[in-house]
T-cell receptor, first 114, second 111 residues
Framework: NAGVTQTPKFQVLKTGQSMTLQCAQD?????MYWYRQDPGMGLRLIYY???????DKGEVPNGYNVSRLNKREFSLRLESAAPSQTSVYFC?????????????FGSGTRLTVV | RKEVEQDPGPFNVPEGATVAFNCTYS??????FFWYRQDCRKEPKLLMS???SGNEDGRFTAQLNRASQYISLLIRDSKLSDSATYLC????????????FGIGTKLQVIP
């Protein structure tokens, strides 16, 4: 069982470059999320998708865009990377929404912006 | 006051010891609670939900104290493999943006 698959696992970008983080889940979950994790801070929600065809901003959406391509896939795009976006990014999915169900996380993407 | 607060630790305990972590939350409307485990440089994994009546899973016991607004995680007979960071997660009513992760408590079990 693959669960949630994220790519790439590591990435180094120069300031101003763009990239897309890919995420796919095979659990038939409706809801998908993108979080970032920084030292000394809890995971912070960037964007979420309650169901296929919908996306909404989370706590820290600036500098990011997302696409819910289909029920399985939810991508995160950095249009013009900045050093402040250096972080570990996690994609997650859940069977339902509103946080009442546990999340399954992908293995993470370690992004460094220089 | 932060919405969810955890002591970051580290808690260094000998193998076989019992250890407990607390997590306090500020919003009395919070309705669901979870503990996650995160190993170093890995993703968080759901450890257990926290029910109003308390719940147990093997050596792990989770409890909720609504009056004092905290949840706890008790680990009995600690194993070396329990070494990890334990994240508390609190969900306020009202949707996806209302899920808050604590910074985590680091546990190191020592031989």
């Amino acid at each position: 069982n693959a669960g949630v698959t994220q790519t790439p696992k590591f990435q180094v970008l120069k300031t101003g470059q763009s990239m897309t983080l890919q995420c796919a889940q095979d659990m038939n979950h409706n809801s998908m999320y993108w979080y970032r994790q920084d030292p000394g801070m809890g995971l912070r929600l960037i964007y979420y998708s309650a169901s296929e065809g919908t996306t909404d901003k989370g706590e820290v959406p600036n500098g990011y865009n997302v696409s819910r391509l289909n029920k399985r896939e939810f991508s995160l795009r950095l249009e013009s990377a900045a050093p402040s976006q250096t972080s570990v990014y996690f994609c997650a999915s859940s069977a339902g929404g509103s946080g009442n169900y546990g999340y399954t996380f992908g293995s993470g993407t370690r992004l460094t912006v220089v | 006051r932060k919405e969810v607060e955890q002591d970051p630790g580290p808690f260094n305990v000998p193998e076989g010891a019992t250890v407990a972590f607390n997590c306090t939350y500020s919003n009395s409307a919070s309705q669901s609670f979870f503990w996650y485990r995160q190993d170093c440089r890995k993703e968080p994994k759901l450890l257990m939900s926290v029910y109003s009546s308390g719940n147990e899973d093997g050596r792990f016991t989770a409890q909720l104290n609504r009056a004092s607004q905290y949840i706890s995680l008790l680990i009995r007979d600690s194993k070396l493999s329990d070494s990890a960071t334990y994240l508390c997660v609190v969900n306020r009513a009202g949707g996806y943006q209302k899920v808050t992760f604590g910074i985590g408590t680091k546990l190191q079990v020592i031989p």
